[in-house]
Structure formats: structure tokens, C-alpha cells
């Protein structure tokens, strides 16, 4: 390796020399403190990396990674999404018996695999990079061990989550069978007789991935999950996990060639459809916020596919840019969304703010803290003047030049019902009643400040999105895909 594919490795090391460097910290000297400063810090420097590595992409770094423009913005995506959790947990578990060192020590693990994703041109990498964001979440999930609830949800997502992986791994041996080799650009290669491998294999690939987004019908883990565990986690689950996925997703299809296959195309049609619409209509009669968050997600998820099938029928450029900056936004809008549960949880972890009658009167209670709730479910249904619709304006647009007007209507429909159960919520903050005896937790500086981003970014953008869609357009340039 020469010294430029270790500069554009430089946030794989940084990460990965940062999870060192805080396990010897913490085993010298024990306290939260100091656990959470370090993880901010090796964050905050595998951000600045991102623009040295900047500098010499696109570079493939052996047979199993190729770091360019694309995997770099997401790199920088999951990096700010791991700061902001890493911002919001500090106050969450700092009643926690225990110091909880490992957390953070975990979160740097499952960024790192994450991470890995982004990059993988391998078959190889991919399952490395999937593994070690996987077995880090299982016990992120089930963090703080004390509670039940948290447990019992890193059960089912341990359980259907080897089970998704199995699948994924069945299916690249199929495609190994088919095309002999376990690069992405290469599955295409089929050999005589092999197409019924290759097909089967693509079609088992993206049903493993389904599961890991949640997407209908391999959604049922999801609301128990998010429900169960840690608000900090549930936001890294819905904005990092799902990213890192998708962002592999997208490079195989792109690259292997199979998305112009009819047999793929009808499976990620079915897939989209049903997340959208089943979503959005599970999601209407939740009593509890992060299960709203949870077929939320779901149904986002569902649009997203609409620029992944739009790759194999019309322009790719356009559907790529409208898959970054959709993914861009649901980021902030997620992070947005759970950053106010998880202030208003506590004191003990655990105790989210979850149910949705802890909620009425929080205009009269908190006003600021309602406001960027408010802004972040408007954001969520897509209102003007908010990041949200610029996100469903791209989605729209690549859409309607891919000519998919199934596709089309159920993301009208879906924005629709969407739309009612978002103001439901805002409606019972509104209500001029607050709970009987219920005393909701000091908000930390910490906290407010990132709320206050959060939801300045959720406007500005919306308002004046040219820098960021500049940024995502700067970032394909650079493509090596």
C-alpha cells in the first residue's frame, strides 16, 4: 500500500486507532467524563479526516475497497450522526449505576463498521463491515442491561438479524457461483448456465438488506426494537444502521449491473410499495412516539426506493444525486425527531419519553424543545419551507422521469396519511394540559445546543438548500463507482 491509499483510509484509521486509544484510557482511568470526551474527540478527527482523504479519491485500496466522493459523504453522515448520539448520551446515562465506558466504546465500533460499508467493492468487506455494525448494536440495543425492555429487544434483533445476514451470505454464494468472483463490478460476469444463481442470489441479497431497512414485509422487528431500546440508540439504529445498508445497497446495484434485471426491479417495486403504504397506515393508530418514528421510518425507507428503481430505467445521475440528498435530510430529521425524546427522558435510563399523553401541553411546558419537534414531524410529512420537502421534491422528480407512476401515487398517498398522524403529535402538544404530577427533566447545555442546530439545519436547509445539494453533487463528482 502506498502512502495515498493510507490517506484515503485516513477515517477507517482514525476510528479504528481512536477505539485503542479510549480502551487504554478507560482502563487506566475509569469515568464517563473522560469516556465521552475521548469518543467526541477521535469523532471530531475522523470528520477533519474526511477532507484530507478528500484530496486523493477516487482510490481503490485493494480488491475490497473503493473510497471516492460517494462513500466519503456518507462516512461524513454517519460521523455527525455518531456525534450528535454520542452528545444526547451522555446526559441520558449519566444516572446510570454504572459508568458506562462501553457504550461509547461500541458506538466508535459500530461507526467503524458502518463506515466500512460505505467503502466495500467486495463481497468481503461488505460482510466485515456488516458484522462489526451488527454485533455492536445488539448490545447497544440491550444498554442498560437492568432493563427489561432493552433486553428483550436486543433479543429479536439478534435473532432476525442472523438470520437476515444469513441470507445475505447464501446469496453471495450463489452469485459467486454464477460469476466466480465476489467483486461487485464482476457478479455481472455470469457464466453459461449460471443467470438462475445470479438471479436468486440478488433477489436473497436484497431480501437480507430489506431487513436491515426495515422495509415491508421484513418490518416486524422494528417498532418492538426502537421501542425497546435506548432512545440514543434508537436514533444511531434509524439514521447509521439504515444508511450504512442502504448505502451499500445502492453502490451493488450500480456496479454489479443487476438493477436493470426485470426479476430485480419487481421485487424492489413490490418492497416499495408495501413500505410505503403499510407504513404510513400501521403508524396511524400508535399511542407511543417511537413507534411513529418506527413505521415512519419504514415508509421512508419505502420512498427511497423510488430513485433505486428509477437507476435501471432512466438517469442515473439524477437518481443517485435525489437518493444522497433524500438520505441526507432523514438524517436531520430523525436525529431532529429522537434527540426531543431523548432530552425529555429520564431520569433514569430507561424511562423515555415515550408514551404520546407525556407530550400534551409540551408547548406550554417547553416551548423551544416543542418547536423543534414541531418542525422536525412538519419535516417528516414534507411541508414547504423545511428540508423534508426539498427530500420529497427529489424523490418526485426522479420518479416522474423514470415514468413510475405506481410508485408515484403511493407516495402521494402515503405523504398523505403520513401527514395525519405527524400532526397528531403536534396537536397534543398544543392541548393547554400537562400530565398530573409529571416534572419533566433539565434539559443539559449539551442538549440544547445540539436541539438548536438540529433544528436550525431542518429550516435551513429547507429555505436555502443550494449549499447542500452543491456538497452532494461535489461528492458524485468524484464517484468512483
Not at 25 to 49: K, M, P, V, Y
Not at 238 to 262: D, M, N, Q
Not at 278 to 300: E, F, M
Not at 330 to 339: K, N, Q, S
Amino acid at each position: 500500500m502506498t502512502g495515498a491509499d493510507f490517506q484515503a483510509l485516513l477515517v477507517h484509521l482514525v476510528l479504528g486507532g481512536g477505539l485503542v486509544v479510549l480502551m487504554l484510557a478507560i482502563s487506566f482511568r475509569r469515568g464517563r467524563l473522560l469516556a465521552a470526551g475521548l469518543t467526541l474527540l477521535i469523532l471530531l478527527a475522523a470528520l477533519a479526516s474526511v477532507w484530507w482523504s478528500a484530496e486523493v479519491v477516487p482510490r481503490t485500496v485493494t480488491p475490497l475497497l473503493r473510497i471516492d466522493g460517494y462513500a466519503l459523504y456518507f462516512s461524513a453522515l454517519f460521523l455527525v450522526a455518531s456525534l450528535v448520539v454520542t452528545l444526547l448520551s451522555y446526559r441520558y446515562l449519566l444516572d446510570s449505576r454504572d459508568d458506562p465506558e462501553e457504550f461509547y466504546l461500541l458506538l466508535l465500533a459500530a461507526t467503524l463498521g458502518a463506515v466500512t460499508l460505505a467503502g466495500a467493492d467486495h463481497f468481503a468487506s461488505l460482510l466485515l463491515g456488516l458484522e462489526i455494525l451488527s454485533i455492536a448494536l445488539y448490545v447497544l440495543i440491550a444498554y442498560p442491561q437492568e432493563g427489561h425492555p432493552p433486553l428483550e429487544a436486543a433479543l429479536k434483533y439478534l435473532i432476525l438479524s442472523g438470520a437476515a445476514s444469513t441470507t445475505m451470505l447464501f446469496g453471495m454464494a450463489l452469485v459467486y457461483v454464477a460469476s466466480g468472483s465476489l467483486d461487485f463490478a464482476m457478479a455481472s460476469e455470469v457464466a453459461a448456465g449460471g443467470r438462475l444463481y445470479l438471479t436468486t442470489g440478488v433477489v436473497m441479497i436484497i431480501a437480507g438488506a430489506a431487513f436491515k431497512l426495515s422495509l415491508v414485509p421484513f418490518h416486524m422487528w422494528t417498532p418492538d426494537v426502537y421501542q425497546g431500546a435506548p432512545a440514543p440508540v434508537t436514533a444511531y439504529l434509524a439514521t447509521v444502521s439504515k444508511g450504512a445498508v442502504f448505502a451499500f445497497l445502492l453502490r451493488y446495484l450500480l456496479e454489479s449491473g443487476v438493477i436493470g434485471a426485470v426479476e430485480v426491479t419487481g421485487v424492489l417495486l413490490v418492497l416499495a410499495v408495501l413500505s410505503m403504504v403499510v407504513g404510513n397506515l400501521l403508524a396511524l393508530r400508535q399511542q407511543h412516539v417511537k413507534r411513529v418514528l418506527a413505521y415512519s421510518a419504514i415508509a421512508h425507507i419505502g420512498y427511497l426506493l423510488i430513485p433505486l428503481i428509477a437507476l435501471g430505467t432512466s438517469d442515473a445521475a439524477l437518481a443517485v444525486e435525489a437518493t444522497l440528498v433524500y438520505l441526507g435530510a432523514y438524517f436531520v430529521m430523525t436525529l431532529a425527531a429522537f434527540a426531543v425524546v431523548t432530552v425529555l427522558s429520564g431520569p433514569t435510563p430507561g424511562d423515555d419519553a415515550d408514551p404520546l399523553e407525556r407530550y400534551e401541553g409540551l408547548f406550554w411546558r417547553r416551548p423551544a424543545i416543542a418547536a423543534v419537534l414541531t418542525v422536525a414531524l412538519l419535516s417528516l410529512a414534507g411541508i414547504p419551507l423545511t428540508v423534508g420537502f426539498i427530500a420529497k421534491f427529489y424523490m418526485f422528480a426522479a420518479g416522474v422521469t423514470a415514468a413510475a407512476w405506481l410508485l408515484l401515487a403511493a407516495l402521494i398517498v402515503g405523504s398523505g396519511i403520513g401527514l395525519y398522524y405527524y400532526l397528531r403529535i403536534v396537536f397534543a402538544m398544543t392541548r393547554p394540559v400537562a400530565p398530573a404530577g409529571e416534572r419533566l427533566p433539565q434539559t443539559s447545555a449539551s442538549g440544547q445546543v445540539t436541539l438548536g442546530v438540529l433544528g436550525a439545519l431542518l429550516l435551513l436547509l429547507g429555505v436555502y438548500p443550494a449549499p447542500f445539494i452543491n456538497a452532494v453533487r461535489h461528492a458524485l463528482s468524484s464517484w468512483g463507482g
